[in-house]
């Protein structure tokens, strides 16, 4: 599209051009955005000395509308000072062209330009084609990742079938937790370093050591003695294998990482007496010590074979009991904050 008030300037830029290339002739800047919704040129030769609108208007109102801003656009003009050709430049023309100017070197720049434009074209399409694939490959992981959990997880509860519910719920239980110590700035760093979508799905399986557990010790209908208890323990130390195993065969190794910490500290005390490591206060990884008020909180409301769900005021009553002993005092607060929360996901079980 050729854009210029001179009638004769139109004449000898459409001679130069028509053989190879269809050329629209315009004798304005208005009538040029006119054309514009009826046509979609490849290049624009523009003129800078118009009236009424000149050529770096016609070029800001141009660039200003996204779908043509991509449309190159070479200057025509007999203003060659340094100025002015800058001042084109920097407005986004692609080229700068001198009048009066040789047809012949006119074609050259205008194919020039074309292939240019075509290229980029070209690229575009390669590298949206590209992150395509990349997003593509990236969600099936996604898929494949969550796939594993949820297979895994259906493994724990059809296991234990007694504590049903209490991995789904577990999971609700644990983004409540992370979500309320996202606004304490004592978690917040840390947090913010997880990915925070692996670290729930994770919490589900901080109990999948129990598969290597007897049944007669997993499904006793009653208290464990001293000794089984001892085993009972050991799920946590089983679990980090299993996770550990499942590690080893995947490409991307860090994805069950969350898993294998929350399998192995959920039952870890703030005052180092709890298992399997007697780890104390902060040096239980902070997931595994979220862990540990979730699971208890579930078990307290949960049915076993041997005793009665308690109500919710008194579950969140044992946690708060436990701030300084069993849990780590600070995440008891943020506990407190979503107490009304717990009770409401487990009133729906
Ligand atoms: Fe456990």
Same mark, same amino acid.
């Given at each position: 599209?050729?854009?210029?008030?001179?009638?004769?300037?139109?004449?000898?830029?459409?001679?130069?051009?028509?053989?190879?290339?269809?050329?629209?002739?315009?004798?304005?800047?208005?009538?040029?955005?006119?054309?514009?919704?009826?046509?979609?040129?490849?290049?624009?030769? /523009?003129?800078?000395?118009?009236?009424?609108?000149?050529? %770096?208007?016609?070029?800001?109102?141009?660039?200003?509308?996204?779908?043509?801003?991509?449309?190159?656009?070479?200057?025509?003009?007999?203003?060659?000072?340094?100025?002015?050709?800058?001042?084109?430049?920097?407005?986004?023309?692609?080229?700068?062209?001198?009048?009066?100017?040789?047809?012949?070197? /006119?074609?050259?720049?205008?194919?020039?330009? /074309?292939?240019?434009?075509?290229?980029?074209?070209?690229?575009?399409?390669?590298?949206?084609?590209?992150?395509?694939?990349?997003?593509?490959?990236?969600?099936?992981?996604?898929?494949?990742?969550?796939?594993?959990?949820?297979?895994?997880?259906?493994?724990?509860? %059809?296991?234990?079938? @007694?504590?049903?519910?209490?991995?789904?719920?577990?999971?609700?239980?644990?983004?409540?937790?992370?979500?309320?110590?996202?606004?304490?700035?004592?978690?917040?760093?840390?947090?913010?370093?997880?990915?925070?979508?692996?670290?729930?799905?994770?919490?589900?399986?901080?109990?999948?050591?129990?598969?290597?557990?007897?049944?007669?010790?997993? /499904?006793?209908?009653?208290?464990?003695?001293?000794? @089984?208890?001892?085993?009972?323990?050991?799920?946590?130390?089983?679990?980090?294998?299993?996770?550990?195993?499942?590690?080893?065969?995947?490409?991307?190794?860090?994805?069950?990482?969350?898993?294998?910490?929350?399998?192995?500290?959920?039952?870890?005390?703030?005052?180092?007496?709890? %298992?399997?490591?007697?780890?104390?206060?902060?040096?239980?990884?902070?997931?595994?010590?979220?862990?540990?008020?979730?699971?208890?909180?579930?078990?307290?409301?949960?049915?076993?074979?041997?005793?009665?769900?308690?109500?919710?005021?008194?579950?969140? @009553?044992?946690?708060?009991?436990?701030?300084?002993?069993?849990?780590?005092?600070?995440?008891?607060?943020?506990?407190?904050?979503?107490?009304?929360?717990?009770?409401?996901?487990?009133?729906?079980?």
């Amino acid at each position: 599209m050729l854009v210029d008030d001179n009638i004769t300037n139109l004449a000898v830029g459409k001679n130069a051009l028509v053989e190879q290339y269809d050329v629209y002739t315009v004798p304005s800047g208005d009538k040029f955005f006119k054309i514009l919704e009826m046509v979609e040129p490849d290049l624009i030769l /523009l003129d800078v000395e118009m009236p009424v609108m000149n050529g %770096y208007e016609v070029i800001k109102k141009l660039k200003a509308d996204p779908a043509r801003a991509s449309i190159p656009v070479i200057f025509l003009t007999a203003k060659s000072d340094m100025h002015s050709e800058l001042e084109g430049l920097s407005l986004g023309a692609v080229d700068y062209i001198a009048k009066p100017f040789s047809p012949p070197l /006119l074609l050259k720049r205008v194919e020039t330009q /074309l292939l240019l434009e075509a290229q980029r074209r070209e690229l575009q399409r390669y590298n949206s084609g590209l992150q395509k694939m990349v997003e593509e490959k990236t969600r099936a992981v996604a898929d494949l990742q969550t796939a594993v959990f949820d297979l895994l997880t259906e493994v724990v509860e %059809y296991r234990d079938d @007694e504590t049903g519910g209490h991995v789904s719920r577990t999971s609700i239980y644990f983004q409540i937790m992370v979500d309320s110590a996202l606004r304490d700035a004592a978690f917040q760093d840390e947090i913010l370093s997880w990915d925070i979508r692996m670290m729930v799905l994770s919490s589900r399986l901080h109990d999948i050591g129990k598969i290597a557990i007897r049944d007669s010790i997993l /499904l006793k209908p009653g208290k464990l003695t001293p000794e @089984e208890f001892e085993t009972m323990k050991l799920h946590t130390i089983y679990g980090a294998d299993i996770i550990e195993k499942i590690e080893k065969s995947s490409p991307n190794r860090s994805f069950i990482d969350h898993a294998k910490v929350m399998a192995l500290t959920h039952h870890e005390k703030w005052d180092g007496s709890g %298992y399997p490591h007697g780890l104390a206060g902060a040096d239980i990884p902070l997931a595994g010590r979220i862990m540990a008020i979730v699971d208890v909180y579930d078990a307290l409301r949960s049915k076993r074979p041997y005793k009665m769900p308690i109500s919710s005021e008194q579950a969140a @009553e044992i946690i708060i009991q436990g701030s300084g002993t069993h849990f780590d005092p600070q995440l008891v607060e943020v506990f407190r904050e979503v107490a009304a929360s717990f009770e409401k996901v487990s009133d729906l079980a």
